[in-house]
Protein backbone atom coordinates (compact mmCIF):
# COMPACT_ATOMS: atom_id res chain seq x y z
CA UNK A 1 0.00 0.00 0.00
CA UNK A 2 2.90 2.31 0.71
CA UNK A 3 4.75 1.40 -2.22
CA UNK A 4 1.79 2.04 -4.60
CA UNK A 5 0.72 5.47 -2.39
CA UNK A 6 4.49 6.64 -3.08
CA UNK A 7 4.38 5.27 -6.97
CA UNK A 8 1.48 7.66 -7.63
CA UNK A 9 2.84 10.59 -5.53
CA UNK A 10 6.02 9.90 -7.69
CA UNK A 11 3.80 10.68 -10.94
CA UNK A 12 2.57 13.87 -9.89
CA UNK A 13 5.36 16.52 -8.76
CA UNK A 14 2.81 18.87 -7.65
CA UNK A 15 1.48 16.06 -4.97
CA UNK A 16 4.64 15.44 -3.78
CA UNK A 17 5.14 19.18 -3.35
CA UNK A 18 2.17 19.78 -1.29
CA UNK A 19 3.05 16.52 0.74
CA UNK A 20 6.23 18.03 1.79
CA UNK A 21 4.76 20.80 3.65
CA UNK A 22 3.59 18.62 6.13
CA UNK A 23 6.36 16.47 6.89
CA UNK A 24 6.57 14.94 10.25
CA UNK A 25 2.43 14.57 10.35
CA UNK A 26 0.43 11.61 10.17
CA UNK A 27 -2.41 10.07 8.56
CA UNK A 28 -4.03 7.37 10.00
CA UNK A 29 -6.95 5.55 8.29
CA UNK A 30 -9.30 3.46 9.75
CA UNK A 31 -10.94 0.68 7.93
CA UNK A 32 -13.60 -1.46 9.14
CA UNK A 33 -11.26 -4.48 9.49
CA UNK A 34 -7.86 -2.91 10.10
CA UNK A 35 -6.16 1.12 10.47
CA UNK A 36 -3.07 2.09 8.76
CA UNK A 37 -0.76 4.78 9.80
CA UNK A 38 1.44 6.96 7.78
CA UNK A 39 3.66 9.50 8.30
CA UNK A 40 5.20 12.26 5.96
CA UNK A 41 8.57 12.29 5.24
CA UNK A 42 11.06 15.72 4.08
CA UNK A 43 10.63 14.13 0.42
CA UNK A 44 6.73 14.35 0.42
CA UNK A 45 6.65 10.66 0.51
CA UNK A 46 4.84 8.28 3.30
CA UNK A 47 6.20 5.48 5.38
CA UNK A 48 4.46 3.01 7.99
CA UNK A 49 3.92 5.10 11.35
CA UNK A 50 3.49 3.47 14.73
CA UNK A 51 -0.05 2.21 15.00
CA UNK A 52 -0.04 3.94 18.14
CA UNK A 53 1.03 7.15 17.00
CA UNK A 54 -1.28 10.15 17.34
CA UNK A 55 -2.34 11.15 14.14
CA UNK A 56 -2.91 14.54 12.38
CA UNK A 57 -5.77 13.48 10.42
CA UNK A 58 -7.82 10.83 10.84
CA UNK A 59 -9.67 9.16 7.51
CA UNK A 60 -12.13 6.73 8.79
CA UNK A 61 -14.62 4.32 6.24
CA UNK A 62 -17.44 2.91 8.51
CA UNK A 63 -18.40 -1.25 8.70
CA UNK A 64 -21.78 0.08 7.93
CA UNK A 65 -20.97 1.64 4.73
CA UNK A 66 -19.07 -0.93 2.84
CA UNK A 67 -21.78 -2.46 1.56
CA UNK A 68 -22.89 0.78 -0.30
CA UNK A 69 -19.09 1.81 -1.30
CA UNK A 70 -18.63 -1.87 -2.46
CA UNK A 71 -21.89 -1.88 -4.70
CA UNK A 72 -21.23 1.73 -6.46
CA UNK A 73 -17.26 0.19 -7.17
CA UNK A 74 -19.14 -2.98 -8.48
CA UNK A 75 -21.53 -1.08 -10.71
CA UNK A 76 -18.40 0.90 -12.48
CA UNK A 77 -16.83 -0.25 -15.41
CA UNK A 78 -13.17 -1.23 -15.98
CA UNK A 79 -13.32 1.46 -19.20
CA UNK A 80 -15.04 4.32 -17.06
CA UNK A 81 -13.45 5.99 -14.41
CA UNK A 82 -15.10 6.21 -10.53
CA UNK A 83 -17.27 8.62 -9.48
CA UNK A 84 -14.87 10.40 -6.81
CA UNK A 85 -17.44 12.89 -5.51
CA UNK A 86 -19.59 9.61 -4.71
CA UNK A 87 -17.32 7.52 -3.73
CA UNK A 88 -16.02 9.99 -1.18
CA UNK A 89 -19.56 10.77 0.60
CA UNK A 90 -18.50 7.51 2.50
CA UNK A 91 -15.38 8.76 3.87
CA UNK A 92 -15.02 10.82 6.97
CA UNK A 93 -12.01 13.25 7.34
CA UNK A 94 -10.78 14.85 10.70
CA UNK A 95 -8.08 16.52 12.09
CA UNK A 96 -5.90 19.38 11.10
CA UNK A 97 -7.86 21.16 8.29
CA UNK A 98 -4.91 22.51 5.99
CA UNK A 99 -3.75 18.66 5.87
CA UNK A 100 -7.42 17.34 6.13
CA UNK A 101 -8.13 19.32 3.05
CA UNK A 102 -4.88 17.62 1.02
CA UNK A 103 -5.87 14.42 1.84
CA UNK A 104 -8.99 15.05 0.35
CA UNK A 105 -7.68 16.55 -2.86
CA UNK A 106 -5.26 14.15 -3.01
CA UNK A 107 -8.24 11.63 -3.09
CA UNK A 108 -10.24 13.56 -5.95
CA UNK A 109 -7.21 14.00 -7.95
CA UNK A 110 -4.48 11.82 -7.73
CA UNK A 111 -5.00 8.15 -10.35
CA UNK A 112 -3.14 5.31 -10.76
CA UNK A 113 -1.66 5.48 -13.93
CA UNK A 114 -1.37 1.55 -14.79
CA UNK A 115 0.54 2.07 -17.74
CA UNK A 116 3.26 4.20 -16.12
CA UNK A 117 3.55 2.22 -13.18
CA UNK A 118 3.97 -0.84 -15.81
CA UNK A 119 6.61 1.07 -17.71
CA UNK A 120 9.13 1.87 -14.67
CA UNK A 121 8.42 -1.90 -13.67
CA UNK A 122 8.54 -3.76 -16.80
CA UNK A 123 9.95 -1.64 -19.81
CA UNK A 124 7.77 0.34 -22.06
CA UNK A 125 8.00 -2.42 -25.07
CA UNK A 126 6.52 -5.56 -22.64
CA UNK A 127 3.63 -2.74 -21.04
CA UNK A 128 2.42 -2.24 -24.34
CA UNK A 129 1.86 -5.50 -25.01
CA UNK A 130 0.67 -6.56 -21.66
CA UNK A 131 -1.88 -3.65 -22.27
CA UNK A 132 -3.08 -4.40 -25.58
CA UNK A 133 -3.28 -8.14 -24.59
CA UNK A 134 -5.74 -7.14 -21.57
CA UNK A 135 -7.81 -5.33 -24.29
CA UNK A 136 -7.97 -8.15 -26.49
CA UNK A 137 -9.02 -10.52 -23.54
CA UNK A 138 -11.48 -7.99 -22.21
CA UNK A 139 -13.06 -7.71 -25.49
CA UNK A 140 -13.25 -11.49 -25.99
CA UNK A 141 -14.76 -11.78 -22.63
CA UNK A 142 -17.20 -9.37 -23.43
CA UNK A 143 -18.38 -11.26 -26.50
CA UNK A 144 -18.32 -14.87 -24.42
CA UNK A 145 -21.12 -13.41 -22.17
CA UNK A 146 -22.83 -12.01 -24.61
CA UNK A 147 -23.09 -14.99 -26.49
CA UNK A 148 -23.80 -17.36 -23.55
CA UNK A 149 -26.75 -14.73 -22.46
CA UNK A 150 -27.86 -15.68 -25.80
CA UNK A 151 -27.47 -19.35 -25.87
CA UNK A 152 -29.14 -19.49 -22.63
CA UNK A 153 -31.78 -17.29 -23.92
CA UNK A 154 -32.54 -19.76 -26.52
CA UNK A 155 -32.86 -22.87 -24.52
CA UNK A 156 -35.29 -21.73 -21.55
CA UNK A 157 -37.08 -20.07 -24.81
CA UNK A 158 -37.21 -22.95 -27.27
CA UNK A 159 -35.30 -26.33 -25.30
CA UNK A 160 -37.36 -26.04 -21.91
CA UNK A 161 -39.70 -23.42 -22.57
CA UNK A 162 -39.89 -21.39 -19.14
CA UNK A 163 -39.45 -17.77 -21.20
CA UNK A 164 -41.40 -16.51 -24.07
CA UNK A 165 -38.99 -16.37 -27.39
CA UNK A 166 -38.22 -12.75 -28.77
CA UNK A 167 -39.73 -13.41 -31.95
CA UNK A 168 -43.03 -14.16 -30.31
CA UNK A 169 -43.09 -11.86 -27.55
CA UNK A 170 -42.48 -9.09 -30.33
CA UNK A 171 -45.38 -10.42 -32.24
CA UNK A 172 -47.81 -10.27 -29.24
CA UNK A 173 -46.78 -6.84 -28.12
CA UNK A 174 -47.45 -5.71 -32.15
CA UNK A 175 -51.17 -7.25 -31.83
CA UNK A 176 -51.73 -5.45 -28.26
CA UNK A 177 -51.31 -2.34 -30.15
CA UNK A 178 -53.37 -3.16 -33.22
CA UNK A 179 -56.05 -3.70 -30.51
CA UNK A 180 -55.30 -0.81 -28.76
CA UNK A 181 -55.64 0.91 -31.82
CA UNK A 182 -58.80 -0.76 -32.97
CA UNK A 183 -60.49 0.10 -29.27
CA UNK A 184 -59.53 3.72 -29.52
CA UNK A 185 -60.76 3.85 -32.89
CA UNK A 186 -64.29 2.30 -31.34
CA UNK A 187 -64.24 5.04 -28.33
CA UNK A 188 -63.85 7.42 -31.09
CA UNK A 189 -66.78 6.18 -33.24
CA UNK A 190 -68.92 5.43 -30.50
CA UNK A 191 -68.59 9.14 -28.88
CA UNK A 192 -69.28 11.07 -32.39
CA UNK A 193 -72.73 8.41 -32.38
CA UNK A 194 -73.81 10.00 -28.92
Known sequence: MVRLFNSLLKQEPWA??????YAGK???????????????????????SADDAVPNVTVTLKSEDMSALLKDLSATSPAKAP???????????????GLANLVSDLARDLR???QYYLANLLGPVLTSHL??????LLEKGQEGVTTLLRVGADS?????EILVPKVQFNDLNRELEALEKRF????????KGQ
Do not use: C
Not at 16 to 21: G, K, L, V
Not at 131 to 136: A, H, I, K, M
Open 156 to 160: LSYDQ
Open 184 to 191: TDLENVLA
Open 131 to 136: LRTERV
Open 112 to 114: WDR
Open 83 to 97: DIKRLMSYVYIEGEA
Open 16 to 21: QERMHQ
Open 26 to 48: TVKFRLPMSSLALSINTHGLVAL
